[in-house]
């Protein structure tokens, strides 16, 4: 059955709510890597329930609609679906425990080609569930690689920054070879991160870490590099440009831009997250 963007387009999500304790957003945080050395009283700020500090990426991961994209009446191939990018806007910080409200749509979806692939972005908004306060605005943007050729409109071309100078700050970042395990423990089952026989068919040698995962780690790796607070993120926004495996290291390059900065980062020297955008909500 061939891709229906009708369907998708008219999509009704609902409203999908969900509530978090301390424990869940501690859980998020060891996922993404934080307090590998049990002495960094940064890091140890967003595991202490007893005065936690919650990564704001944490947020994209609430109200998830799920694997909704395996429904046959979609006409997705899931086996070739890739994350391709994602985008946030975290407008206030999210408590230590809280109960939200989350909604999406399909924003775009657009066609490259047959063998090319489509692009679809989806959009979700997540707020708190007692006052309508707005905790994050999010993009998701996904390749559905086998999936072109439909007849839609072409992705639109963005301009991007010139990553050619000499970067200001650069990051390390030592992964788990369990991080992928631990990470979808915040939500994301896709069978990809945890079933070899999967990934292989999607046509990797072993599941890979979640897009996700390398996100929230990129940042808090770029605040700390630039001596910001990873807790004061108030936009994330990256490509994913290559394959992370659990265990890698990944190596940030950050470029400043008045108040923002632009990162790229990589496994060797192999581009794995590209067109990254950081800013925080005080200057």
């Known amino acids: 059955m061939a ?12 409203e999908t709510r969900q509530a978090w304790e301390p424990r869940d957003a501690i859980l998020y945080a ?7 050395d049990p002495l960094d009283e940064g890091d140890l ?40 990018a994602q985008a946030a806007w975290f407008e206030n910080p999210l408590p230590a425990q809280g109960d939200i409200i989350g909604t999406a749509r399909v924003h775009t979806l657009a066609d490259r080609g047959e063998g090319k692939g489509a692009v679809m972005v989806v959009e979700r908004e997540i707020r708190d569930a007692a006052d309508g ?10 390749l559905l690689r086998g999936d072109g050729g439909f007849g839609g409109e072409p992705p639109a071309r963005e ?28 939500g994301d089952w896709n069978p990809l991160h945890l079933k070899p026989d999967f990934a292989k068919k999607a046509g990797f040698d072993r599941p890979i870490l979640q897009g996700l995962a390398s996100y929230g780690i990129a940042g808090a790796a770029v605040s700390r590099a630039l001596g910001r607070d990873p807790a004061d993120v108030g936009h994330l926004s990256c490509r994913f440009a290559g394959v992370v495996m659990p265990g890698d290291r990944l190596e940030f390059k950050i470029w400043r831009d008045g108040s923002r900065a632009h990162f790229q980062a990589f496994v060797g020297d192999r581009k794995v997250l590209d ?9």
């Open 3 to 14: 891709i229906q963007p009708a369907a998708l387009l008219a999509h009704d999500f609902g």
């Open 30 to 36: 060891l996922g993404v890597g934080l307090s590998r």
């Open 45 to 84: 700020a967003f595991m202490d329930e007893t005065a936690l500090r919650v990564l704001p990426t944490y947020a994209v991961t609430l109200a998830s609609p799920g694997m909704w994209m395996r429904d046959p009446k979609f006409g997705i191939d899931f086996t070739k679906l890739v994350h391709m």
């Open 133 to 142: 306060r707005s905790y994050c605005r999010l993009h998701q943007t996904l």
């Open 159 to 186: 301009a991007g920054f010139d990553f050619s100078a000499e970067p200001a700050a650069s990051a390390a970042f030592e992964t788990s070879p369990r991080a992928a395990l631990i990470y979808r423990l915040s």
């Open 275 to 283: 067109g990254g955008i950081a800013e925080w909500r005080s200057t």
